[in-house]
Each structure stands twice: as C-alpha cells, then as structure tokens.
T-cell receptor, first 112, second 113 residues
Framework: KAGVTQTPRYLIKTRGQQVTLSCSPISGHRSVSWYQQTPGQGLQFLFEYFSETQRNKGNFPGRFSGRQFSNSRSEMNVSTLELGDSALYLC???????????FGQGTRLTVV | QKEVEQNSGPLSVPEGAIASLNCTYSDRGSQSFFWYRQYSGKSPELIMSIYSNGDKEDGRFTAQLNKASQYVSLLIRDSQPSDSATYLCAVTQVSGGYNKLIFGAGTRLAVHP
C-alpha cells in the first residue's frame, strides 16, 4: 500500500513569492494534517482537513492556507514568503484524528 | 506551560542498555498518545500508540501511560546504535470539537557502542 506522498521534496523561493505544496494521503485516509518543523520550534500544527473541511487550525498567520480535494489530496499555500518560513513542511494522513497518523517525506522550503 | 513536554537530551545510553524516554502533557482530556522516531533529515515514523492506562509492548519497545499523572513514557530495551534518533511524543488535544495532534519538542537519544 502506497504511503503518504509529498511534492515537491525541495523548493527554493525568494522572499515575497508564494508557494504551493501538495500531499497525497494513504488510500482510504480522509484526514490530512500539516505541520511546520524548524530546529527552534519543533513540529508546529498548521491545520487539519477532513473530507474537504478544515476542522482545526494552528496559530499561524493568514498567509498560510490550505485546502483538500474530494480525493483527499491536500494542498497548502504560503503567500508573501518570509525568510522565517524556511522549514520542513510535513503532512500526516490518518483515518481520523484519534487514530494513528503517518507522515510523508516532507517538503523542505528554503526562502532566500 | 508547554502542552507536551519532553527533556531535549541528549540521552546517552550504552549499547544493550534500556533507554527510558519521558513525556508529560497538560490537557486532561487527551485520549490518544503516540511515539514517533525521527532520524536526522528524515520525517517522523510512528513506532507506538497507546490509548489506555498501563503498558503496551511491541518488540523491544514498551509504552507506558498514566492519565492521572498525565505522563507517557517509552522504554527501549537492548538499545542499538540504530536507535539513535530523536523521539517525539504526540498527544491528541480537543480544539473546536475536534482533535488535533500536538507534538513535544523531542528527546535526542544517542546509543554508543
């Protein structure tokens, strides 16, 4: 069974640009959560989607947004990139939020 | 107070010893608890889940949960150098009627030969 797939794996963007990251969950999983991981802050929760609805949101500015499609694939978008947005962005898929979550390989975003 | 607290380490243990990793959480309503292992430069990998008080064993790993003390631990028996990684404790937290998974900052484990 295929795992969680994130694309792209690496991105380099310039300050002020915007970026879209993609996550395809495990087949049958309807919940997708996004996290930002930095050395100083650890894994920070961004948001969670379930059946195309955002059910939870972390404490990030509105520049961070996401969506989920009917096939459960999810995208997150960051607009007006700042240097501090450089991080590893991870998505995790699960059947529901009380159950085990499995991570993709992540997208490493570098903002220059 | 952080929502999920872990000692950052590094926790250094000799090969063959038992490594004991600890985690405390603040939300008494938390129901599900997980341990992830993360190698440097890689994404977190789920290694244990525990939902009720007591011990749960899987191979060399034992997770322990005490909801009254809001405490979760992970024991690794017969530690191997390949166990050297950062171990993340994760706890579900109710927010807006739904659960979200909150992570501790992780404990770095170093197993030396």
């Amino acid at each position: 069974k295929a795992g969680v797939t994130q694309t792209p794996r690496y991105l380099i963007k310039t300050r002020g640009q915007q970026v879209t990251l993609s996550c395809s969950p495990i087949s049958g999983h309807r919940s997708v959560s996004w996290y930002q991981q930095t050395p100083g802050q650890g894994l920070q929760f961004l948001f969670e989607y379930f059946s195309e609805t955002q059910r939870n949101k972390g404490n990030f500015p509105g520049r961070f947004s996401g969506r989920q499609f009917s096939n459960s694939r999810s995208e997150m978008n960051v607009s007006t990139l700042e240097l501090g947005d450089s991080a590893l962005y991870l998505c995790a898929s699960s059947t529901g939020t009380e159950t085990e979550a499995f991570f993709g390989q992540g997208t490493r975003l570098t903002v220059v | 107070q952080k929502e999920v607290e872990q000692n950052s380490g590094p926790l250094s243990v000799p090969e063959g010893a038992i490594a004991s990793l600890n985690c405390t959480y603040s939300d008494r309503g938390s129901q599900s608890f997980f341990w992830y292992r993360q190698y440097s430069g890689k994404s977190p990998e789920l290694i244990m889940s525990i939902y009720s008080n007591g011990d749960k064993e899987d191979g060399r790993f034992t997770a322990q949960l005490n909801k009254a003390s809001q405490y979760v631990s992970l024991l690794i028996r017969d530690s191997q150098p390949s166990d050297s990684a950062t171990y993340l404790c994760a706890v579900t937290q109710v927010s807006g009627g739904y659960n979200k998974l909150i992570f501790g900052a992780g404990t770095r484990l170093a197993v030396h030969p």
